[in-house]
């Protein structure tokens, strides 16, 4: 096959499986001009093999040709698909229905090989589930649209392999005694295939969220490692009833394990006759170190680096301090960003937070010293709620920045 033909076999393959022909419609058809712009801008000679190609595709039976007349000759407008299984014989791939009925097929099995019990009851749900949901499309993967070197029925097979150990890995909400990929060469063989197949499965699993179904948990497989710093003198109680107190007050870490297990936390310098403790979050790490010095001086209890938007470690432990009855205020960048991450803190421990410095007073001090706010980042403030606007002080604050185009980051404010 030349280099011509295999160019318009590959587009034609790649967009088959998301086409309404794949599903019984009418047949695929491809502008030229959009579909194949360099081919249609290339040099005369190159053009002529790429008209070549698609005439002898034509001749095979696998296109049609959709001709534009004009004076002084034709030129090729369009190229409609009319016969998809030949299309991927002559590629030596898999019929994209065909393969979706082996991967149907694969999920009942694997749903049928899960033991009969709680642990397994979502993985089941779900694996029964996409055996009548998933779609042509599936078969592509999620990431640019290319033909999937993973293969769909063996990635649900797969899945269900996983899903059958999973839950003797993890505890906690992590994975226990071992990582993602040396899970995948037990599995597998292979370090890197449990990431394929779920990249390749991400837009089934995101449609079966969708649909309300109760999922297995697979970010225990995600490999990040969120975390976040807190200070303070302050004790930490676990779930397990066990209490941690932290009587210096200095900066102490947290990763996801210690998040989850919070029950409560107290603060120890607080006299019971002073008003409720209060955290005090901050969103960039140098200004964090600064404030965790003088933060009894200021009237915080503990101070928590949030670290930019909030991570999963800081939105556990923003609710545990919520739970406690901690009062919640945010010190953070004068832009965008800065007032959306005040949003997420809000919701994630669910009482609101209140800014600290971050109002048109502070902007206009700083304003000289700020920087340019690119269009993308403008936008972005279209995402800033109605009950954030009406905290005190912001919806002044995001005329400033729609006004002047500009930001102020964090480190250049005193406190």
Not at 193 to 211: G, V
Not at 268 to 296: I, W
Request: proline content about 4%; hydrophobic content about 45%.
């Amino acid at each position: 096959m030349t280099e011509a033909a295999n160019s318009i076999c590959k587009e034609l393959a790649e967009r088959f499986p998301a086409s309404a022909a794949s599903d019984g419609g009418l047949a695929m058809r491809l502008s030229v001009a959009k579909s194949f712009p360099c081919w249609v801008s290339a040099a005369p000679d190159v053009k002529e093999s790429f008209l070549e190609a698609a005439e002898e595709l034509q001749r095979l039976g696998i296109v049609g040709l959709s001709w534009k007349r004009f004076r002084g000759g034709d030129e090729l407008s369009a190229i409609k698909l009319l016969n998809p299984r030949g299309l991927y014989t002559l590629l030596g791939l898999v019929y994209p229905p065909d393969e979706l009925a082996a991967a149907c097929d694969a999920a009942r099995d694997a749903a049928s090989a899960l033991e009969d019990s709680e642990s397994f009851l979502a993985s089941r749900t779900f694996l029964l589930w996409a055996s009548e949901n998933m779609k042509p499309g599936d078969t592509q993967s999620s990431r640019d649209g290319a033909i999937s070197p993973v293969g769909l029925p063996s990635a649900v097979s797969d899945l269900g392999r996983l899903l059958a150990v999973l839950p003797a890995h993890t505890r906690n909400g992590l994975l226990s005694g071992t990582t993602a990929r040396a899970l995948s060469i037990r599995l597998f063989a292979d370090s890197k295939r449990l990431e394929r197949i779920l990249e390749l499965l991400a837009p089934l699993c995101a449609r079966a969220k969708k649909a309300g179904l109760v999922m297995p948990d697979l970010s225990v497989l995600q490999r990040n490692y969120p975390q976040t710093l807190v200070s303070g003198r302050l004790e930490f109680v676990l779930a397990t009833g066990e209490r941690i107190a932290n009587e210096a007050g200095t900066v102490v870490g947290f990763t996801l394990s210690g998040a989850s297990s919070m029950s409560a936390i107290a603060a120890l310098a607080r006299k019971a006759a002073e008003s409720g403790p209060r955290l005090l979050t901050v969103e960039n790490l140098e200004t964090f170190y600064a404030l965790s010095e003088s933060q009894l001086d200021r009237g915080f209890d503990a101070v928590m680096y949030s670290g930019g938007h909030p991570n999963r470690v800081v939105q556990l432990l923003a609710a545990a301090f919520a739970r406690s009855g901690f009062s919640i205020v945010h010190a953070g960048d004068l832009d965008p960003d800065g007032i959306l991450i005040v949003q997420e803190l809000s919701d994630a421990a669910s009482v609101p937070v209140v800014p600290l410095r971050m109002d048109a007073a502070t902007f206009d001090e700083y304003c000289e010293h700020g920087r340019q706010l690119d269009d993308q980042s403008i936008r972005r403030l279209d995402l800033v709620r109605s009950d954030t606007l009406a905290i005190s002080g912001i919806a002044d604050l995001v005329q400033r920045m729609r006004t002047t185009g500009k930001g102020v980051e964090q480190e250049i404010i005193s406190y």
